[in-house]
């Protein structure tokens, strides 16, 4: 009986869950691996799920699909729209929406082991399907590998992997290089000197001490990165005091940190830090800053040989003009960390989820931005034909590319 993928997929739509807490969606992946007739181990760094399919001699392939959602509140309007709600790491009642489409890439993963399995006379070697948790987090690709998940498994010779994205649906958008940014998460805590909000004189004010370090830390990109270079610095959360009359006696500050390589990224960390430390000792701060690292992510480095023999690959499969160069992404993502410690190829590559006559009359309008819903918009919505068969078809003929 073949997988009803439709199903599948607003089924995980509807019941998306945070990182580290996806029990529901693993426990939905395993009962369709179980129909497949494939062995799978669950809990693998925490709450991921593997399976391998030996089918003889051969190249030890990896497709990863991460599958977890986000503290988004779904405004998509879909009739399998999500309601779900979830708790955060800081004990906070959240919405969670699968706003960058991990719900897809679940989807289309199961699809394709679906085909490998129905096809094992036409390729030999071994496909191991990774089912990822917290990506999001940037995480759980440390998780499982902290878990075993390179020793427990048969190792890659190459790891696959795809990401939906608002280019037009049949269209792959894959280069060679960075293809996607390094990032770190830091969380930066302000202390200053709390009191009565009539009596500012006697306090050091954390959120005024906040808003010029988050206000100076705009300067970066604008000011000290030459122009022809990538850095992002967003400050993406902000949190300070709980009554409008008394003052705080700390501020929290979530940044968000992109750069394409090391030593870039060493540059912008440095100049963060320098501006913070200012701005507290320019507020008369009694208590250094505190700067926390919460997750570093490595730039996605597409192999050179590799993408070259896979985009082939796929313009065999689909036409010439099937493959675009979508220039690299500021987003960061965590499964380099899979080829990097097997010390192995990575090729990583987006295909589209929008109507290509809605993308062509935004383009035409010039109204992209505004028109089309991007990764982690709570309008995100990925349309589901042919947006599903190419991803499950994606990762066949890329499979069956570096299989024997």
Known sequence: MALDLDALYTDLHRHPELSFQETRTAAVIAARLSELGLPYEEGVGRTGVVTAIRNGDGPVVWLRADMDGLPVPEQTGLDYASTARGVDPAGNDVPVMHACGHDMHVTALLGALEQLVGTRDEWSGTVVAVFQPAEEYGAGSQAMIADGVLDRFPKPDIVLGQHVTPLPAGVIGVRPGTQMAASDGLTVVLHGRGGHGSRPH????????AAATVMRLQTIVSREVDPRD?????????????KNNIIPAEAKLELSLRYPDDEARERVLAKVERIVRAEAAASGAETEPTITTDHTLPPTINDHTATARLTAAFERAFGEGSVVDPGMFTGSEDVSWFAREAGV???FWFWG???PRK???????????RDIPTNHSPFFAPVMHPTIERGVDNLVVAAKEFLA
């Open 353 to 355: 989820g929008v109507d």
């Open 230 to 242: 990538v850095a992002v610095v967003t400050v993406g959360s902000i949190h300070a005091g709980l």
């Open 345 to 347: 190829p990575l090729v």
């Open 202 to 209: 006697s306090t050091i004010d954390p959120v005024v001490m």
């Open 359 to 369: 993308f062509a009359d935004a383009v035409a309008a010039g109204t992209v931005e």
